[in-house]
């Protein structure tokens, strides 16, 4: 049962361009959540979808950021137009009911804008 | 005030040394979890307490819900330990964790 997968890795974009970061969840996991950690700070809560539904996005930056989580498929974060500001570590964590269960994180996804 | 804080923000030790660190929250929880992450890497799981205490090979975790506090202990630390060391808190919305800004820790030889 392989883990909670994230990708890519590592992702470089000019300023402008889109990011799209994917997240395959744990098998038999419904629940995904998207966190952010910028350099030197501490990881904060963005969005937690389910199959094909958001149920809280909360933490989303009103603008240029998106999420889903399709019937078939992997959720996708997408952030348009990039600014440096977006430059950060985005983590997925996905669990099998809400989180009175532990949470299974991947291994990030490090966006830089350059 | 942030409603979860941890201390020490960082932490030497020596090897073979017995590790604390201490998260204190101002909230109701219905669960706290201990996570690792290592410089670069990925987020693992430690534990996810509700009550009590729980302890798994060299690591252990308790919970005082009535203090709001609980600490993480490494005993026998040793240089692979070294890690940034985060609480994180559900507060019952069965959704988000909101994160303590967590406790480096550099364990020496």
């Known amino acids: 049962n392989a883990g909670v997968m994230q990708n890519p890795r590592h992702l470089v974009r000019r300023r402008g361009q889109e990011a799209r970061l994917r997240c395959s969840p744990m098998k038999g996991h419904s629940h995904v959540y998207w966190y952010r950690q910028l350099p030197e700070e501490g990881l904060k809560f963005m969005v937690y979808?389910?199959?094909?539904?958001?149920?809280?996005e909360s933490g989303m930056p009103k603008e240029r950021f998106s999420a889903e989580f399709p019937k078939e498929g992997p959720s996708i974060l997408r952030i348009q137009q990039v600014v440096r500001g977006d430059s950060a570590a985005y983590f997925c964590?996905?669990?099998?009911?809400?989180?009175?269960?532990?949470?299974?994180f991947g291994q990030g996804t490090r966006l830089t804008v350059v | 005030k942030n409603e979860v804080e941890q201390s020490p923000q960082n932490l030497t030790a020596q090897e073979g040394e017995f590790i604390t660190i201490n998260c204190s929250y101002s909230v109701g929880i219905s669960a706290l979890h201990w996570l690792q992450q290592h410089p670069g890497g990925g987020i693992v799981s430690l534990f996810m307490l509700s009550s009590g205490k729980k302890k798994h090979g060299r690591l252990i975790a308790t919970i005082n819900i009535q203090e709001k506090h609980s600490s993480l202990h490494i005993t026998a630390s040793h240089p692979r330990d070294s890690a940034v060391y985060i609480c994180?808190?559900?507060?019952?919305?069965?959704?988000?964790?909101?994160f303590g800004t967590g406790t480096r820790l550099q364990v020496t030889l």
């Open positions: 964590a996905s669990s099998p009911k809400n989180l009175n269960t532990e949470a299974f």
């Open positions: 994180a808190l559900n507060t019952g919305t069965a959704s988000k964790l909101t």
């Open positions: 979808l389910q199959k094909e539904n958001i149920i809280d």
